[in-house]
Structure formats: C-alpha cells, structure tokens
C-alpha cells in the first residue's frame, strides 16, 4: 500500500499538455467504443426523427434532427487576433439545441432512445413498416410506463433523460447532487418527472441513483460515469461537425489545423466529441478541455494514471464552482482510458472569467449561455498565449500554419436559463470585466 499522496493541484488557471498523446496502449481485450457504434448511433438518431418531430413540435424545422449551428466568432475577449494571425474562431453553439438546452441532448438522448427501442423490439412494438411513429401509440406507452429511467445529474443530463424519458412515457427520476439548480429541479417536474435531491456532490448522488436502480429490474439506470451509450451519443457531433465545416469551406489538414475547445464535467461529453474528431481528423485536429480551477477532475485522473478513481479532494481542492455542469469530483474512467491516446491537453479556469465571458459574449454577439458552457473560451487564451500553449504550437510544428488555423469554442449549454439568473450571471461578469478592466486585463494573451 502507498502511503505518499498524489501531488496537490495548484487552485490557479494553467495549461497542462498531455505528453501521451499519439502513444497508443497495446491492444486490450477490454470492450472498447469504435467509430461503426458511433455510427450506429447516428442511424438510430435518425430512425426516431420523425418520432421526436411529432412529440416536439421545435424539431420540425429540423426534421426531428437536434444539432446546432456553427457559428463564426469575430473575435474572442483577451486575444489579439491582428490580422488573423491565429486564423479564424468559431462557436458550436450547443448551448441552443433544442429539447435539453445543452450538450446532454446529444449523449442523454441517444441513451434512452436506444433503451426506448430494444425494449420496443423485444415487445414487438414494431410492424414491418419499421415507422417509430408507433412507439407513440397508446400501446407503446402502456409498455413504457411500466419501466423506471433514472439518473444521477448536477442538473443538464437530468433535463436530457429526464425530458426525453418522460416524453415517451417513461416514469422517470432524476437523482440530484447539491449544486444542482432550482430553476433545472422545478423545470424537470413540470415535465412530470420525479426528483430526488442530496445534500452530497455528483457522485454521491449517481452512486445513490445506481444503488435504487439495482434493486429494481424494471429501472434502466442511465450510468454517466460508464455509459457506451452516452458516449456514443456524442460523438455524432463529429460527423455534423465534419459536414457543417464542410459547407462554411473550412479546410482541415496539416496545414489548416483545427484546434477544439470543451467544457469537461465527468469528461463523457467532450471525450465523445474527440473520439469521432480525432477518427475523421486525425493529427490534424487538436482538442483541449477546460474545467474549473475547484473541479479539475479530469485532469487529476491524467495527471496521476496509476490511482484510479481520484478525487479533485485528493489533489487539495474542494469542489465548489459556479460551474454545475462541471462540478464533479471524479472523471469517468471510461472517458480517460479513450483520452489518454488522443487528448492535446487540459486547461483550468477561474469561476470569474467564466462570468467575464459570458458577459462579453452576451455584449459583443449577443449569444447567451451558461457559466459552465463559457469554460470553452479559456481554451484559446491559455494555448494561444501560455507558455505551455506556444511550446505546444511548436513542438507540434504548428507554428507556421496557425493563420491558416480555425479554432472552435464548444459553447454547451445555456437555453433555458430563466432571466432573472441571467441577469445575476450578467452583473457578476460586467464587474469582473470592470475590475480587470484596469491595467492587467482579462488574463489574455500577450502579444509580444
Ligand atoms: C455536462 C456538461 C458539460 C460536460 O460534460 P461531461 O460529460 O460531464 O464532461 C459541459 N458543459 C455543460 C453545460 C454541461 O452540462
């Protein structure tokens, strides 16, 4: 047994680089997640849209497909893009998708459509004609109804699972951890789903969730912490992505890199987007996550392979962000195995440059979020103008070819914020805009 700890991580923003990337572990014959399940998952998607078109009328205009746009970003606060010298920025602005209001409706989802559809199969509830609009029918949802979706959530997976659940006639519970919002609990219930509240963080409450859904056979527990379905779910983004850069012409190659910026909470969420990015792009893309400098799980996780499980707490942090969607204490282990080969780095922010940005954002675009989607934006600062980031840039060979960069900032969260928190979240920022107004700015990058 060891008896030393890990290191203690500094409760100060940094730029941690992943020298494991591109060393791929020898085969294993653990069960891994390949591209043809992320596949699998886009058809699924696909066979239930015009199933979700009829329960959600917002998806007609889509044609039952929930995916957002990709937006292109003038600037970005505390980067000094003169002439383009760092290339052009972009948002995917998942902080609009329809349903869950965040990145959650692609993964959570997915998730309980394939529950909904290998229970339908089994039941028979599907004719030859293969036409999910079926599964709405008064049968169906009499099936449905006798089965429990549950899930562990700071809040955003809930609403996903928990709107999506209910929508087809699921009983469905959501397990919530503290820092969970009211204004997500009241909007869930209003959906007639059940919520359970703790006083503990993230991974009490989905510890909890399991534990009920265990003794129950007929609740599907929805696992953030080891879900394939999830993950899967998720990486669809990287084919939308691929076709959406596509059509604004945006190139990706050795020398037009694309660098990708994702708020992590768990990590299944920006760990799916990378699997499909780095399976279309290869070494071309580049994708960084960010977290709170109080929750940096994931990075602790990285940092220290040989302890598996390790908490934010054992590297001397406490958890507390305004950050919900990413104040969870420990990384799914199912995210950092497929991480470790494919990560550039990690990046950690202060819970007052996320007002700041958001602020900015909401000033300047007129694009409205969340405190935890506003993560992304510490991305580019800290790679384009850390030490750490530039000593990337050029042992990556990046260095001559970053006019020709595009840059994306995954904005993952924020529609159904209610106004008045809005506001809140507006106020704090403009301050901290205010106060750092003076002479050393936003914590930007320097140009010299
Ligand atoms: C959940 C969430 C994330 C991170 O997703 P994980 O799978 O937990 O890493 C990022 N942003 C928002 C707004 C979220 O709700």
């Known amino acids: 047994m060891r008896t030393d700890g890990p290191q203690q991580i500094m409760k100060l923003p940094q730029l941690w680089l992943n020298q494991d990337i591109n060393v791929y572990p020898d085969a294993d014959s653990d069960a891994r997640i390949t591209i043809s399940n992320v596949k699998?998952?886009?058809?699924?998607?696909?066979?239930?849209?015009?199933?979700?078109?009829?329960?959600?009328?917002?998806?007609?205009?889509?044609?039952?497909?929930?995916?957002?746009?990709?937006?292109?970003?003038?600037?970005?606060?505390?980067?000094?893009?003169?002439?383009?010298?760092?290339?052009?920025?972009?948002?995917?602005?998942?902080?609009?998708?329809?349903?869950?209001?965040?990145?959650?409706?692609?993964?959570?989802?997915?998730?309980?459509?394939?529950?909904?559809?290998?229970?339908?199969?089994?039941?028979?509830?599907?004719?030859?004609?293969?036409?999910?609009?079926?599964?709405?029918?008064?049968?169906?949802?009499?099936?449905?109804?006798?089965?429990?979706?549950?899930?562990?959530?700071?809040?955003?997976?809930?609403?996903?699972?928990?709107?999506?659940?209910?929508?087809?006639?699921?009983?469905?519970?959501?397990?919530?951890?503290?820092?969970?919002?009211?204004?997500?609990?009241?909007?869930?219930?209003?959906?007639?789903?059940?919520?359970?509240?703790?006083?503990?963080?993230?991974?009490?409450?989905?510890?909890?969730?399991?534990?009920?859904?265990?003794?129950?056979?007929?609740?599907?527990?929805?696992?953030?912490?080891?879900?394939?379905?999830?993950?899967?779910?998720?990486?669809?983004?990287?084919?939308?992505?691929?076709?959406?850069?596509k059509s604004a012409n945006v190139k990706v190659d050795a020398e037009h890199?694309?660098?990708?910026?994702?708020?992590?909470?768990?990590?299944?969420?920006?760990a799916g987007v990378t699997f499909g990015l780095k399976?279309?792009?290869?070494?071309?893309?580049?994708?960084?996550?960010?977290?709170?400098?109080?929750?940096?799980?994931?990075?602790?996780?990285?940092?220290?392979?040989?302890?598996?499980?390790?908490?934010?707490y054992d590297v001397g942090l406490d958890n507390v962000t305004e950050a919900d969607g990413l104040a969870v204490p420990a990384a799914s282990a199912l995210a950092i195995k497929e991480m470790r080969p494919l990560l550039s780095g990690i990046a950690t922010t202060a819970d007052d440059t996320l007002f700041a940005d958001l602020a900015w954002l909401h000033d300047q675009e007129n694009i409205r979020i969340e405190p935890s989607a506003a993560a992304a934006f510490s991305g580019p600062r800290m790679v384009l103008g850390s030490e750490a980031g530039r000593s990337y840039l050029s042992q990556q060979g990046l260095l001559p070819h970053m006019q020709q960069a595009n840059h994306i900032v995954w904005t993952t969260g924020g529609l159904f914020v209610p106004d008045d928190e809005y506001a809140g979240f507006l106020d704090r920022g403009r301050s901290v805009i205010r106060k750092q107004a003076k002479p050393q700015a936003h914590p930007g990058v320097n140009n010299s």
């Open 40 to 245: 699998e998952a886009e058809l699924r998607l696909a066979r239930f849209a015009p199933l979700l078109m009829e329960l959600f009328p917002e998806l007609v205009a889509s044609q039952g497909i929930i995916e957002s746009e990709l937006i292109e970003l003038p600037s970005i606060a505390g980067i000094d893009n003169i002439n383009g010298r760092y290339g052009k920025f972009w948002d995917k602005a998942d902080h609009a998708l329809p349903i869950a209001g965040s990145i959650k409706a692609r993964g959570g989802i997915h998730e309980v459509l394939e529950f909904a559809e290998s229970l339908a199969r089994r039941h028979g509830l599907l004719d030859s004609s293969n036409d999910y609009c079926q599964l709405s029918s008064s049968t169906s949802r009499s099936l449905f109804s006798q089965y429990e979706v549950s899930v562990g959530s700071t809040g955003n997976l809930g609403l996903s699972i928990g709107i999506m659940s209910a929508a087809l006639g699921f009983r469905a519970t959501v397990h919530m951890s503290a820092e969970a919002k009211q204004w997500k609990k009241d909007r869930l219930r209003r959906h007639g789903v059940t919520v359970v509240e703790y006083s503990g963080d993230y991974a009490q409450a989905v510890e909890a969730g399991r534990q009920r859904a265990s003794a129950d056979p007929h609740s599907y527990f929805v696992d953030d912490e080891q879900s394939h379905s999830l993950f899967m779910g998720y990486a669809v983004a990287a084919f939308r992505l691929q076709a959406q850069l």
């Open 257 to 270: 890199p694309l660098f990708v910026y994702l708020p992590c909470g768990v990590g299944g969420a920006p």
């Open 279 to 312: 399976h279309i792009f290869g070494k071309a893309v580049h994708c960084f996550f960010v977290e709170p400098t109080t929750s940096p799980c994931f990075l602790a996780q990285m940092q220290n392979p040989d302890r598996p499980g390790i908490t934010v």
